[in-house]
C-alpha cells in the first residue's frame, strides 16, 4: 500500500525543551522535524540534525518551500509548472523557491 501512498507528518513549530518561566516550553519556529514515508520517499533515514536543544539547525536543514516542492514530486507534479501570474508576480505552492531534496527519494 505504501508503494502508492505518501505518508506526510508535520507539526506547526518545534518546542524548546526547556520551561520559559511559568509560562510552559517556547515554541521553536527554528527547527523541528517532519517525516516522510512511502510513495518513492527513501526509507530508513534520518535528513537533518539540530543542536542539543533543538533550536538550531546544523545540518541538512531543509527549508519549507523544499520540503513542499519534494512532497510534490513525489506526487507527480512539477512544482515549477504550477506557476500563475496574478497582480504583475509569479506565485506557485513553493513560493518562487523550493528545489526537489534528492536526498529524501529512493
Known sequence: MLDDTL??????????????????????????SSWLAGAGVKGGIAYGKTDDYGEKVIENGVHVHDFHATILH??????????????GRDYRLTDVAGKIVPALLA
Do not use: I, M
Open 7 to 32: 505518508v506526510v507528518w508535520t507539526t506547526e513549530f518545534g518546542r524548546t525543551p526547556n520551561a520559559d518561566g511559568t509560562k510552559g516550553r517556547s515554541h521553536q519556529c527554528n527547527a523541528y
Open 74 to 87: 513525489l506526487l507527480g507534479f512539477d512544482h515549477e509548472r504550477l506557476t500563475f501570474r496574478h497582480g
